[in-house]
């Protein structure tokens, strides 16, 4: 089975609800984590667009790479510029995969923009996680020519 970290700067919005969509489509297919270069807390809009979309983040613990130390995956995937830069030399990956993913956690706008801003980036995740599971988590299948 497959392990996965998926890390972001603060382990807040991105990286958590891509750990989220990659435990509930590729369940079976790996284990999955998430964490940040530091840790901010599991951003409150985040947990509210993930349970629009039936995802709970209430189990979820926002925590820093320093929790896995001297342990090996088979992917890291990077979610924004600040973890592809600094990438933490206490653990080993064969695979790096970075996705370009803005960080909603920083917009200033009225209530609505905010959770619009959110809701855009959580689809954005949503589809780069699902490429993601597609190319590196499932199984390829031949199709036989007629």
């Given at each position: 089975?497959?392990?996965v970290?998926?890390l972001c700067?603060?382990?807040?919005?991105?990286?958590?609800?891509?750990e989220a969509?990659?435990?509930f489509?590729?369940?079976?297919?790996?284990?999955?984590?998430?964490a940040?270069?530091t840790?901010?807390?599991i951003?409150?809009?985040?947990?509210q667009?993930?349970?629009?979309d039936n995802?709970?983040?209430?189990?979820?613990?926002?925590?820093?790479?320093?929790?896995?130390t001297?342990?090996?995956?088979?992917?890291?995937?990077?979610?924004?510029?600040?973890?592809?830069?600094?990438?933490?030399?206490?653990f080993?990956?064969?695979?790096?995969?970075?996705?370009?993913?803005?960080?909603?956690?920083?917009?200033?706008?009225?209530?609505?923009?905010?959770?619009a801003?959110?809701f855009?980036?959580?689809e954005t995740?949503?589809?780069y996680?699902?490429?993601?599971?597609?190319?590196?988590?499932?199984?390829?299948?031949?199709?036989?020519?007629p």
């Open positions: 089975m497959r392990k970290l998926v700067s603060g382990n807040s919005v991105r990286s958590q609800i891509a969509y990659l435990k489509y590729a369940k079976g297919y790996g284990i999955f984590f998430s940040g270069l840790d901010q807390g951003n409150p809009y985040a947990a667009v993930m349970a629009e995802i709970d983040l209430n189990e979820h613990l926002s925590k820093t790479v320093d929790a896995f001297n342990l090996h995956f088979d992917y890291l995937i990077t979610v924004c510029p600040e973890a592809r830069k600094n990438l933490p030399d206490n080993t990956f064969d695979h790096h995969v970075h996705y370009e993913i803005p960080d909603p956690a920083g917009f200033r706008g009225s209530e609505e923009e905010t959770i801003f959110f855009e980036v959580r995740v949503k589809r996680i699902l490429q993601f599971i597609g190319r590196n988590l499932m199984p390829r299948v031949e199709v036989p020519e």
